[in-house]
T-cell receptor
Framework: EAQVTQNPRYLITVTGKKLTVTCSQNMNHEYMSWYRQDPGLGLRQIYYSMNVEVTDKGDVPEGYKVSRKEKRNFPLILESPSPNQTSLYFC?????????????FGPGTRLLVL | AQSVTQPDIHITVSEGASLELRCNYSYGATPYLFWYVQSPGQGLQLLLKYFSGDTLVQGIKGFEAEFKRSQSSFNLRKPSVHWSDAAEYFCAVDLYNTDKLIFGTGTRLQVFP
């Protein structure tokens, strides 16, 4: 089954404690991205990756890092989380940039930073 | 500023009533246009898309949307809403030269029996 998986689904942490949210897809997609969803703001793109070792900033990259060492994985790293990063995070993948009709979203990770 | 606007934050309709969710964009050219649905606790699912051609597009779950260039709008419609349609709906645009999908702020739909 084609899918995007994220872990963990729920996370409570404290300010400054480094965390990583994993994202994995099984469709051999080239393009992957991370979004955060906040009430009244919709989804905003954090980072995206066009392919292995190719990443770029989205609209709200501050406070986040990503890496793309393998095609299937695209982890999101918060080196020093702060309360304003409390949000719902979605990973997504599509076959390549611009093929939005083939985009799959993960189930989401709800993060609370105290 | 370039943007995607969904003017209705929250809409409530009765089951069986018709539905129209509004979406406006402000870009120089006509972008590719999309509607997504997010059911509670779920990721986003693509309902329909417009690239070119016929301005009335059909999607899944009985939804349709009409592109109106003169109004820079891409409104989502359904003739008869079902309780299972209660969800959040997002309009999105693809700008040709940016490899990014830009989302509107969403409209939450509540359906009463």
């Amino acid at each position: 089954e084609a899918q995007v998986t994220q872990n963990p689904r729920y996370l409570i942490t404290v300010t400054g404690k480094k965390l990583t949210v994993t994202c994995s897809q099984n469709m051999n997609h080239e393009y992957m991205s991370w979004y955060r969803q906040d009430p009244g703001l919709g989804l905003r793109q954090i980072y995206y990756s066009m392919n292995v070792e190719v990443t770029d900033k989205g609209d709200v990259p501050e406070g986040y890092k990503v890496s793309r060492k393998e095609k299937r994985n695209f982890p999101l790293i918060l080196e020093s989380p702060s309360p304003n990063q409390t949000s719902l995070y979605f990973c997504a993948s599509n076959s390549r940039a611009g093929t939005w009709e083939t985009q799959y979203f993960g189930p989401g990770t709800r993060l609370l930073v105290l | 500023a370039q943007s995607v606007t969904q003017p209705d934050i929250h809409i409530t309709v009765s089951e069986g009533a018709s539905l129209e969710l509004r979406c406006n964009y402000s870009y120089g050219a006509t972008p590719y246009l999309f509607w997504y649905v997010q059911s509670p606790g779920q990721g986003l699912q693509l309902l329909l898309k417009y690239f070119s051609g016929d301005t009335l597009v059909q999607g899944i779950k009985g939804f349709e949307a009409e592109f109106k260039r003169s109004q820079s709008s891409f409104n989502l419609r359904k003739p008869s809403v079902h309780w299972s349609d209660a969800a959040e709906y997002f309009c999105a645009v693809d700008l040709y030269n940016t490899d990014k999908l830009i989302f509107g702020t969403g409209t939450r739909l509540q359906v009463f029996p």
